[in-house]
């Protein structure tokens, strides 16, 4: 407990000064502490590390230790003192090794100190890219337009609803869905929106990746998006989700999102700040389909591509038949299922999470409340699904795409390479 309390107060120490004025000022404010350097370097850097921090040495005896055992990716290891190694490269975020060390020395990176360096500097417009999960999180008060007023009060340049990008996801989606699944034993695994769905399937599951449609997730799109339309513009998700974080540093997908913050972290920065998005100003712009706010619980996007796909192809002969995972565990058991010949569906959607993204490991409200909230959010659309979403044509053609057939064929933006 002591590790995790001197480890934030130096976490704190540090936000505050760069909040002041960059990493200079956030290194003035540390001088007379008695830090631990490897946490200092960690906290300045942290894509030098793992998504996961190890704060201070190991002493769980012998043999397999719990977070080794809890890791589905193989990603920890002992090195030659008997510490913990977390692989940078395996590591998905997952946070299951941190439920699983009972000695509480291992940690979700924090990555607030470069991203307030970065607005401090004023160098360049820095945008929010802020997840469908966000609806309620910093309080039921706390709208859309009051939390863009927010990010602006702590120097960004605006806020983007990733929502929007899962409108054009969930189009690209049901396309693919009709040009790859033209039989009974056809089948697409899905949900390009969770990395560690889609890092289970590629890591674990290697012989399945090529069900996986070739789309980027929302969050990719969106950074995509941005730094087409803003030249030199700096992106900067922010969702409950760790696994992001790893995500974003993909080799084919490394150019969309410069950093990745949690709910938990972006309110520490409110806070540190005096900053209450309850008492902003409102700064409303509606730009996203039920289909796309409900990608962040469980079976929405399921239920957004269906959607979407009767939209555009009605009386299609072979329908969409969805099927759910919730969870690691379920996951696991849903692919191992597929492996075995042992599963009916043809839309296969993973969530690493329980109850999808609105239950990530850095939510700021239970994942019941959370989901609730999405799915009154996604109620409110002023429409249904991508089809009708005027705005997601205006940006498709901002972004040189001529009609939503398109994005099917070849292109650099919505497309990855598994």
Known sequence: MIVMETFYALYEKLARGALAGGHEAALREVEKLDFDPHQLDCLLNPKRYAPIWRLAPCDC???????????????????????IEIDQQACTGCSLCVDACKAQKLT?????????????????????LIAPAFVSQFSERVTPGRLRSAFKALG?????????????????????????????????????????????????????????????????????????????????FIGPCVAKK????????????????????????????????????????????????????????????????????PGRHIPLRARQADGVPACKQMLNELMQGDIQGNFLEGMGCVGGCVGGPKRLIPRGKGALHVAHYGEAAPVRTPVDNPYVMELLHRLGYESVESLTQEDTMFRRQF
């Open 61 to 83: 005896g012998e043999g397999e230790s719990a977070c080794q055992g809890a890791c589905p990716f193989h990603a920890i290891r002992r090195d030659e003192n008997g510490n």
């Open 246 to 313: 790893a995500e974003a540093r993909e080799a084919d997908i490394a150019d969309a999102v410069d950093f990745v913050l949690t709910f938990q972290e972006i309110q520490d920065v409110f806070d540190f700040a005096g900053v209450d998005p309850e008492n902003m100003k409102e700064d409303l712009r509606d730009h996203s389909s039920r289909a796309g706010r409900i990608y962040a619980h469980t079976g929405g996007v399921s239920e957004a591509v269906k959607t979407t796909l009767e939209r555009l192809r």
């Open 108 to 128: 979700q990176s924090k990555d607030i100190l470069p991203v307030l360096d970065v607005v401090a500097k004023q160098d360049a417009p820095v945008y929010a």
């Open 156 to 236: 960004f340049a605006g806020m983007v609803e990733v929502a929007l990008f899962a409108d054009i996801l969930t189009l690209k989606e049901a396309l693919d869905f009709d040009e790859l699944v033209r039989s009974e034993e056809d089948f697409l695994l899905t949900s390009c929106c969770c990395p560690i769905w889609i890092a289970m399937i590629r890591k674990v599951y290697g012989s399945l990746t090529p069900h996986i449609p070739a789309s980027v997730s929302p969050m990719i799109a969106c950074g995509r998006a941005v730094k087409q339309l803003v030249p030199g513009a700096v992106t900067v």
